[in-house]
């Protein structure tokens, strides 16, 4: 096809020039009386006469014609031109190249039509155009390269040209895709020390495994081995070979387009010791302050990642004085006789600058003002990169963005000046739940909720909660402006109407609840929030059969209807690197409630810190740990609707949801006064993804109790005794938000215990 076209395109041009030749060079010269244009169609006369270089009243000659007829070839408008001569009036005839109608694909199943069309534009073919035939091979080539960027090597482009009325064309490019080129084979060559599967385990790069459907590892991409090679660089630098090298890599297509063997020559070198370290330049007179910050330590084989560390320790140290364009250079001196290295750390903290502007970039949804208010590195005043580096984390932990970074820019022609650019990427903040049921005993139910984190993009939350079963039904709301004031202040509402009742038949008792709560959150620090509100809430029994005695015993208490205003105090720390998949931090929290009004007197605190400790890249110790307290005043009960539970997914997994802890004598769990919980999980890559963060694997130990009250009501003698168990767990990061499974296996247990190997929950973190 493709040598059809190279013919079609050399006889024309072959014709074009002997027609030239033929009727323009031969003319002798004359003055222009008039000029006239034929088989014009769609192209105005206008734009062929100001293309031309002979107007009315020069002087034609064979030099002007053939310049005429190279100036409207380039228009790209006309597929033959030809001048005649009347006389003396010059014709121009042409004949006008088709135009695009429509572009259409098919076959195509690995990108939107949008992203083709988009780059077939961008080779100048696209709907409204000028047709010509040259851009087809300029088209086909862009579609087999978008292909080939997808590592679907095997892909094939036909064009089909179908001319229509007023001489216009469709173009349609059928593709067969054929299967994507997968790596077969990896080779690690010249490699002495560490063995070749231990350095294909750094790769994000496999070849083919039961996960690759998810993973796609087993695509090849040169950005991603460029990844990989720079891993395999680091680690080396990291174990003392400060002169390891990769000497070349080969990527060979095997005939068959769908196998992709890689081979990487690498040559490892001498493995170096640090004998010393030395500070030059100027560091401002506090030498023994950035002395401190020296990771690297003399005796310690050499450590690019600790060298690099230190570097950046210093010029964020230099940052926090306003330094913002501190260079510091590790310098190797080497001593190839007895593999030694001494490191010498010049530094030069160039000039103080503070910031002009902070620019936000890539919030397609996200307001402005939802990041500036995060920041604490404030314009027109100095730069400080503990500020700028808070400011980030701030952003990260809102939880509205899949990345987020700093870039610092100079100002042109203000060397004391820089500019911040906040880049993010804006992601789903909505979550959205639809449910149905049918029993015998419950009816039809339908639940449905919806919460939205960043509701049109204000950084305010939004939700709303509906349960329509006959037996347990909800209807709720809340909202959160996290900035009720410009100083940061937030304000929550939540509303709420709940019913339940044991079974359909109208006989059976009913409780109702309702009620709602107002809070405010002042930050005190920039990672310390303490939160003040009050609520209101009342409670209906609706007396009935089957009234368990602990309700009973509420009743004669506080009486079938109760209410109650409980006063709200509460405070967090948030240090965690990331709300939804944290790697590293902390983050405390203490809630207590205090009902100074009504029938329902009681107080009840909570207390719950969780830290995430890094072992590695791949792995991640998560803890937490949650103290929970009720107690009342006088010689009344404590309210059986404020007791807490224990048991399942959030507490002590492998027990059935909220089981565990006192029980009255109909064996209903009653909750307790008291609860202790505590969660150990090492965090680890599922099997066969890679180093792909979404899904991991983890093992668990848990354990907890929950302590009643006494107050006349029948407990289990081995109720306040502690429960443990140990299992793994797989969690997602899904669309819906993140998702976790376990398999639990209680070790330590009682004989009434509820036992529930698998459990699953979406949205939460333990």
């Known amino acids: ?146 292909y080939i960027n997808r590592s679907l090597y095997a892909a094939e482009v036909v064009t089909t040209v179908t001319p229509i009325e007023r001489n216009r064309v469709n173009l349609t490019f059928t593709v067969v895709e054929g299967e994507p080129a997968k790596i077969s084979e990896i080779r ?44 395999l660089r680091s680690y080396y630098l990291t174990r003392g070979y400060l002169e390891f090298r990769v000497d070349s890599t080969q990527v060979a297509i095997l005939p068959n387009k769908t196998d992709i063997a890689i081979t990487i020559n690498v040559t490892e070198g001498e493995r170096f010791v640090v004998s010393g370290v030395k500070l030059e330049g100027n560091f401002l007179g506090k030498d023994e302050e950035f002395k401190s910050l020296v990771t690297i330590r003399p005796g310690q084989p050499y450590n690019a990642d600790e060298v690099a560390r230190t570097s950046k320790a210093f010029t964020d140290y230099f940052g926090n004085f306003g330094y913002a364009f501190a260079r510091v250079e590790a310098r190797p001196e080497l001593d190839r006789s007895t593999n030694r290295v001494a490191l010498v750390l010049q530094a030069d903290p160039s000039r103080r600058a503070y910031v002009r502007r902070i620019n936000v970039a890539g919030n397609s949804r996200t307001r402005d003002l939802v990041v500036r208010r995060e920041f604490r590195q404030l314009e027109a005043s100095w730069y400080d990169g503990d500020k700028i580096k808070l400011s980030r984390d701030r952003v990260d932990r809102l939880g509205y963005f899949k ?77 959160v402006d996290p900035y009720f004031t410009a100083d940061g202040v937030s304000r929550s509402f939540d509303i709420y109407y ?157 027990f059935e949801q909220g089981s565990l802890g006192p029980k009255d004598a109909t064996g209903i769990a009653l909750g307790g006064t008291g609860r202790t919980i505590f969660n150990a999980e090492l965090q680890a890559p599922f099997p066969g993804s890679g180093n792909d963060r979404t899904l991991r694997m983890y093992a668990f130990f848990d354990a907890g109790s929950v302590s009643g009250p006494d107050g006349g009501l029948a407990i289990n003698t081995d109720a306040n005794s502690l429960r443990s168990s140990v299992g793994l767990g797989v969690s997602w990061l899904s669309p819906m938000g993140p998702l ?27």
Do not use: C, H
Not at 5 to 12: A, D, I, K
């Open 498 to 654: 709940r019913t339940s009742s044991p079974y359909q038949d109208q006989s059976y008792y009913q409780v109702k609840t309702s009620g709602g709560s107002i809070r405010f959150g002042v930050p005190f620090t920039a990672s310390d929030t303490v939160y003040f509100g009050a609520g209101f809430e009342k409670t209906q029994i609706v007396p009935g059969t089957l009234l368990p005695f602990s309700y009973m015993r509420y009743i004669d208490q506080y009486g079938y209807d109760s209410w109650g205003m409980p006063l709200i105090a509460a405070w967090s720390r948030d240090s965690r690197d990331s709300a939804l998949a944290p790697s590293s931090g902390r983050y405390m929290r203490a809630n207590a409630e205090w009902s100074v009004a009504g029938q329902v007197r009681y107080m009840r605190a909570t207390y719950q810190q969780q830290e995430f400790i890094p072992l590695s890249k791949q792995f991640t110790i998560a803890l937490n740990g949650e103290v929970d307290l009720g107690t009342v005043s006088g010689d009344r009960t404590y309210p059986v609707f404020k007791t807490f539970y224990g048991g399942g997914l959030g507490s002590v997994r492998g």
């Open 403 to 479: 990345e987020v970074a700093v870039e610092t820019q100079e100002v042109p022609g203000s060397p004391d000046q820089v500019d911040l650019t906040v880049n993010v990427v804006d992601k789903p903040t909505g979550s959205l739940t639809l449910g149905a049921g049918y029993s015998t005993a419950d009816g039809l139910g339908l639940s449905f909720g919806i919460k939205q984190d960043n509701a049109f993009g204000s950084g305010n939350s939004l939700g709303m909660q509906v349960n329509t079963s006959k037996l347990n039904r909800v209807l709720a709301f809340n909202t």
């Open 188 to 231: 690690i060559v010249g490699n002495q020390v560490f063995g070749e599967s231990t350095l294909r385990g750094l790769f994000d790069l496999n070849t083919s495994g039961w996960l690759s459907w998810y993973t796609k590892a087993d695509r090849y991409a040169r950005a991603k081995l460029n990844a990989d090679i720079e891993t």
């Open 1 to 146: 096809m493709q040598f059809n076209r190279f013919y079609l395109r050399t006889v024309s041009t072959v014709a074009s020039l002997a027609f030239m030749a033929s009727t323009v060079w031969a003319v002798s010269p004359f003055t222009v009386r008039d000029i006239r244009i034929e088989g014009l169609q769609r192209v105005e006369s206008g734009t062929v006469f100001v293309s031309l270089p002979v107007r009315v009243g020069d002087v034609y000659n064979d030099d002007k014609g053939s310049a005429a007829i190279r100036a409207l070839f380039d228009l790209g408008l006309f597929k033959d031109v030809r001048i005649e001569v009347s006389g003396d009036v010059l014709v121009i005839v042409v004949e006008e190249r088709p135009t695009i109608a429509t572009v259409d694909f098919v076959g195509t199943k690995e990108f939107d039509k949008e992203v083709l069309v988009k780059a077939l534009r961008d080779v100048g073919l696209a709907d409204g155009r000028p047709f010509d035939k040259a851009q087809l091979d300029r088209a086909e080539q862009e579609l087999k390269r978008q």
């Open 740 to 766: 976790r499974l376990a398999f639990a296996k209680p070790i330590r247990k009682f004989e009434s215990d509820k036992i529930q190997s698998m459990q699953f929950q979406i949205g939460s973190t333990f």
